[in-house]
């Protein structure tokens, strides 16, 4: 896993200071001081804050990630983890994600001051979503609603999506019916989606970690056997999706890494595809 560059989004504070003298009180003089103080610990705390780590691919559940942390502006460094090389079953990947599969991130300034390390994509979110306070309601009403619908991406839409990308474009053999049942049952789920956001902008009302971890996903609706023209509100979500730089910047994250492999090298698809239990 190679360390690429940390990308620093977060603004930078500026210290603010007066060159006027007064014939100020000790008092006063005392005060001006303690608050000098206090801005110079702020300051101090501020630079110790490390970034984020996250450990990525660019692929649809990688994007949930990459589009969060750059919707957030803050802080991350972006360790690649090459899923054609093996490099998913690393022992030290292992221990920030045992099942083998990326995303995943380790937060140095965690609860406590501790740093935790969290793997599945929607926990990431949601964790993130707290901590943030961004993204994922306060209310428990709100954040019900956020849910639901990242559940069902996560158990609906990305494992169905994910067959249909398999049978139909990486299968050594065609099976007919297989790729009719993936297609068939996307469909049904764009269906859901588009009878969703006939009456509202985002599919939890309000834009939020739920949108992100769709976009990714409905992206790929070529691939999919679909035709965009069957489901205009959804076709207007995903382009108000890709619309926002935060989108478009985390969909752009490690693609020049993802160019470079082939995805029909049976050795790729071995890696990929053909993974049983391993023993310990």
Same mark, same amino acid.
């Given at each position: ?52 780590? !996250? ?5 649809? &559940? ?37 099942? &083998? ?37 306060? /209310? ?8 639901? +619908? ?24 065609? !099976? ?20 969703? !956001? ?11 970690? @739920? ?5 990714? +996903? ?24 890709? @619309? ?8 752009? !994250?490690?693609? /020049?890494?993802? @160019? ?21």
């Amino acid at each position: 896993m190679a360390r690429a560059k940390v990308k620093r989004t977060a603004s930078k504070a500026a210290a603010k200071s007066t060159g006027k003298k007064s014939s100020a009180t000790a008092g006063k003089k005392s005060k001006a001081t303690s608050k000098a103080a206090s801005k110079a610990k702020t300051a101090t705390k501020t630079k110790a804050v490390k970034p984020i780590e !996250l450990y990525y691919w660019a692929t649809p &559940n990688g994007f949930k990630i990459s589009i969060m942390l750059e919707e957030l502006r803050v802080p991350y460094t972006v360790f690649p983890v090459n899923i054609s090389k093996s490099e998913q079953f690393k022992p030290e990947f292992l221990k920030i994600a045992p099942n &083998n599969r990326i995303p995943a991130i380790i937060d140095p300034n965690g609860p406590g001051g501790r740093p935790i390390s969290i793997f599945e994509s929607g926990a990431i979110l949601q964790y993130l979503g707290r901590k943030y306070g961004r993204f994922y309601p306060k /209310d428990e009403r709100g954040r019900v609603e956020v849910d639901q +619908w990242l559940f069902w991406q996560m158990g609906g839409v990305g494992p169905m999506a994910g067959q249909v990308h398999h049978f139909k474009n990486y299968a050594v053999e065609t !099976l007919t019916y297989a790729i009719n049942r993936y297609v068939n049952e996307v469909n049904r789920l764009y269906g859901v989606m588009n009878k969703r !956001l006939a009456d509202r902008d985002f599919i939890a009302g309000k834009y939020s970690i @739920a949108d992100m971890a769709l976009v990714g +996903w409905v992206n790929g609706w070529e691939k999919q056997g679909q035709d965009m023209a069957q489901f205009p509100h959804l076709k207007r979500w995903l382009n108000t999706m890709k @619309a926002r730089p935060a989108v478009q910047r985390g969909m752009a !994250l490690g693609m /020049d890494l993802k @160019a470079t492999v082939d995805m029909k090298d049976p050795k790729v698809q071995a890696v990929l595809f053909g993974q049983r239990a391993r023993s310990a």
